[in-house]
C-alpha cells in the first residue's frame, strides 16, 4: 500500500522502536561509538550504513533525508547546509574541469551567479537558454561534455513554469541529466522525478521548513540514470582510488552515494542537526500549508490584476498567464504563494509601496507562513547587469511578492492601502 503525500509529510522518514522518542530526537554529536573495529572499518569502507561522524552522516539529518526522499518518490537525499551548498555540490559531483551545463537563465539570483561566475573558477561553463525557448534551442547547447541541464520548476523571481517533458525529451536524447531546483513547488504541489528528472534540489529553509528558522538545503537522488558505461560521466565508471577502488556506477545509489563520499566528506557542508530538527517540525505541515498558501495567491493575484496601479501580474493561477497551461498540467494542486508584478512606476514607486505595507514585510526570503516582498533588481539580484537582469526575467519596476498563511482578506486590504501611497 502506497500513503498519500499527507501522510509522507507526517511519518516519513522515522519510526521509534518501543520506548524511544516518537519525534526524531536531536542528535548532538560528532562522533559515534563502536566496539567492533570490523564494524567501523566497513563504515569507512561504504561496506555498511551507518554513522561515524557527523560531516558525513547524522541521524537527525537522516531522518530529514528520508523524509524528503520519500516526499519526492527518490531513493536517497543528501541533506547539506543550505541550498545554494546543494546545488554546488550536485555540480561538483558530476562536472569536472573542461565540463559543461546547460541552465535555465530564470533561476535563483544565487545559483545564475554561482554558474555564471564562480564554476567558471573549476573551469566548469555554464551555457544559458530561455526557459521558453523551444526544443532544439536546449538541443543546440548540448554536446559530449554537458553533465547536467538545469532549470527551476518555479523560477524565482521570474515565475515561470518549467515544461518538464520538453526538457527531458532532450535530456533522454543525449543521455545527459536533467536537474531540477523543486524549492518553490515542493513535492506536495509537483513531483519533478516523475516528469523525467533525476536529481531534485530543495533549499529546505523555504516551504519545507516553513517557519525561516533553519537554514538547509537537500539533494534527492531519483535513483534510476544509467550511469554503467556511460561515457559522459567516466568519474562514474572510473575505479575511486579514496575508497580502494570502488567504481560507483556499480552501486545501487550512484549518484547519492558519490556526493555524500566524495563531496560531502571533502567539502563538509552538511545540514545540522539542531537545524534537521526544526526542518522535520516544520515539514510535518507541509502539505495543510501549501494547500493554504495557493488559495491565498490565487486571490491576491486576482487582485492585483485587477488594479489600475499594477502594469503586469505574473502568477500561473492567473487565466490569461503564458504559463497557466503548462500549471495546470504540472502542478493541478496550486502553484504555492510566489509571483510578481510590476508597479507603474520606477523604483522609487517600489520602494514607497514596499515602505508602506503593514502585514507583508520586506525581506530577504520567500516561502514561509508570513507574507513578504522583494525588489530583487535592487537586493538579490543586484549583482547581475542589465541584460542578465532581463535574461533572468526581471525588470526595475518587478516587486515579488511570497503569500504566506495569513488571512486572505487581511492581505488583500494591506496591499490596497499600500498602493495608494504610489
Known amino acids: ?13 522515522y519510526r521509534p522502536e518501543t520506548g524511544e522518542s516518537r519525534i526524531p530526537p536531536i542528535v548532538q554529536s560528532t562522533t559515534f561509538f563502536y566496539g567492533n573495529s570490523r564494524v567501523m572499518a ?44 546543494a546545488v554546488l555540490l550536485t555540480a561538483m559531483t558530476l562536472c569536472e ?32 537558454f530561455d526557459v521558453d525557448a523551444p526544443a532544439e534551442v536546449i538541443d543546440a547547447l548540448i554536446d559530449e561534455k554537458t553533465k547536467f541541464v538545469f532549470a527551476e520548476t518555479i523560477a524565482n523571481p521570474a515565475v515561470a513554469v518549467l515544461d518538464f517533458e ?29 516528469w523525467g528528472a533525476d536529481i531534485v534540489i530543495h533549499s529546505t529553509s523555504k516551504y519545507m521548513d516553513g517557519h525561516a528558522a533553519a537554514l538547509g538545503g537537500m539533494i534527492v537522488d531519483g535513483g534510476a540514470f544509467p550511469y554503467r558505461e556511460n561515457p559522459r560521466y567516466p568519474a ?20 547519492g552515494t558519490k556526493c555524500r563520499a566524495q563531496m560531502m566528506r571533502d567539502t563538509g557542508a552538511i545540514m545540522s542537526p539542531q537545524n534537521a530538527f526544526y526542518t522535520l517540525l516544520g515539514s510535518d505541515t507541509l502539505a495543510l500549508r501549501m494547500e493554504r498558501h495557493s488559495r491565498n495567491a490565487e486571490r491576491v493575484a486576482a487582485f492585483l490584476a485587477a488594479h489600475p496601479k499594477i502594469e503586469w501580474v505574473r502568477s500561473a493561477t492567473l487565466p490569461d498567464n503564458k504559463y497557466y497551461a503548462l500549471a495546470q498540467k ?41 507574507s513578504c516582498v522583494l525588489h530583487p533588481a535592487s537586493t538579490t539580484h543586484r549583482q547581475l547587469t542589465e541584460e542578465q537582469l532581463i535574461a533572468a526575467g526581471i525588470s526595475p519596476n518587478l516587486v515579488r511578492l511570497s503569500v504566506g498563511i495569513e488571512n486572505a482578506d487581511d492581505l488583500i486590504a494591506d496591499l490596497d492601502q499600500a498602493l495608494e501611497s504610489v
Open 1 to 13: 500500500m502506497k500513503d498519500h503525500i499527507e501522510t509522507l509529510c507526517v511519518q516519513a522518514g
Open 42 to 85: 566497513d563504515l569507512f569502507d561504504l561496506k555498511r550504513e551507518g554513522f561515524f561522524y557527523s560531516r558525513l552522516a547524522n541521524p537527525t539529518v537522516d531522518a530529514l533525508e528520508k523524509r524528503v526522499a520519500a516526499l519526492e518518490g527518490g531513493v536517497c537525499g543528501i541533506g547539506c547546509a543550505s541550498g545554494m551548498s
Open 97 to 128: 574541469a573542461g565540463d559543461n551545463i546547460v541552465t535555465a537563465s530564470e533561476i535563483y539570483g544565487g545559483t545564475f551567479n554561482l554558474f555564471s561566475s564562480t564554476l567558471k573558477k573549476f573551469a566548469i561553463q555554464a551555457r544559458f
Open 166 to 194: 520538453k526538457v527531458s525529451a532532450v535530456c533522454k536524447k543525449h543521455g545527459v541529466l536533467f536537474v531540477v531546483d523543486n524549492t518553490l513547488a515542493t513535492p506536495v504541489l509537483c513531483r519533478p522525478l516523475e
Open 236 to 255: 562514474f565508471n572510473t575505479p575511486d582510488a579514496t575508497y580502494h577502488g570502488l567504481v560507483y556506477a556499480d552501486l545501487p545509489v550512484a549518484f
Open 330 to 370: 504540472y502542478l493541478p494542486n496550486g502553484t504555492g504563494g510566489m509571483m510578481s508584478f510590476g508597479i507603474r512606476g520606477d523604483v522609487s514607486a517600489c520602494a514607497r509601496f514596499m515602505e508602506h505595507l503593514r502585514i507583508a514585510t520586506q525581506e530577504t526570503h520567500v516561502a514561509d507562513v508570513r
